[in-house]
């Protein structure tokens, strides 16, 4: 089990969250209350889940915090906000598969439930944030639908979820040779060069549902 930074300056929000964290039994929580404090933490003990209002906090953009994520790859990352705009949640969530996300207005089973996620080491996005991504990439120019086999299309759609490459093999009772050949054979018909790119390119030309890219 992971344990748990609390990274928030707000009392009131600190004691909600820490109430429901105390329901995962087994794990301790720690609260800091500023970026010095959290790396302090980070390098005493970076298997964690850091729950961070990243728009109250003291990180002064997306990238600081990013760096901070890549320094400490172990870490499991859980935002929640009351307001992230598109630009935002999409630069997060392409360029860094640790990093959850969650609105304060959600309903506090979803909260619970990406806590939960976040404590397997994997990533929530809640529907509310899906949707506001979703919703200024619908405006953008529609992408033509590439022709993919219903077995690539399935790995696509793996790939969107997170999933690595053991994983999807392992899930489809194949080979990483033959998951990896699939994906190659994904990039080259979308013609990029990324997962990050395929999810992207899949949202605009209709392959994914908003439901199934999840967490």
């Not at 794990?27 to 209002?53: G, P, Q």
């Not at 935002?79 to 999409?90: E, F, M, Q, W």
Request: proline content about 1%; aromatic content about 8%.
């Amino acid at each position: 089990m992971r344990d748990f930074i609390l990274a928030d300056n707000q009392e009131l929000t600190r004691l909600g969250l820490k109430t429901l964290l105390v329901e995962e039994k087994g794990s301790e929580v720690t609260i800091v209350e500023d970026k010095s404090a959290l790396l302090e933490k980070l390098k005493a003990d970076s298997h964690v889940v850091v729950i961070l209002d990243y728009t109250l906090f003291d990180f002064a953009d997306e990238d600081s915090l990013l760096i901070v994520t890549q320094r400490f790859p172990d870490a499991i990352w859980l935002l929640i906000s009351d307001d992230l705009n598109h630009a935002t949640i999409k630069k997060f969530i392409y360029e860094s598969k640790r990093i959850s996300i969650v609105f304060k207005d959600t309903p506090l089973y979803i909260l619970r439930e990406a806590i939960k996620v976040a404590q397997t080491g994997s990533r929530y996005i809640c529907q509310h944030a899906t949707e506001t991504l979703l919703a200024n990439i619908q405006e953008e120019e529609t992408e033509p639908a590439a022709e993919l086999t219903a077995t690539e299309l399935e790995i696509l759609k793996a790939i969107a979820q997170g999933r690595t490459t053991k994983e999807i093999a392992a899930e489809r009772c194949s080979s990483i040779h033959t998951i990896n050949t699939h994906r190659k054979n994904i990039f080259r018909k979308l013609g990029v060069n990324t997962a990050h790119e395929a999810v992207k390119y899949a949202f605009r030309a209709g392959l994914i549902d908003t439901s199934e890219f999840y967490i």
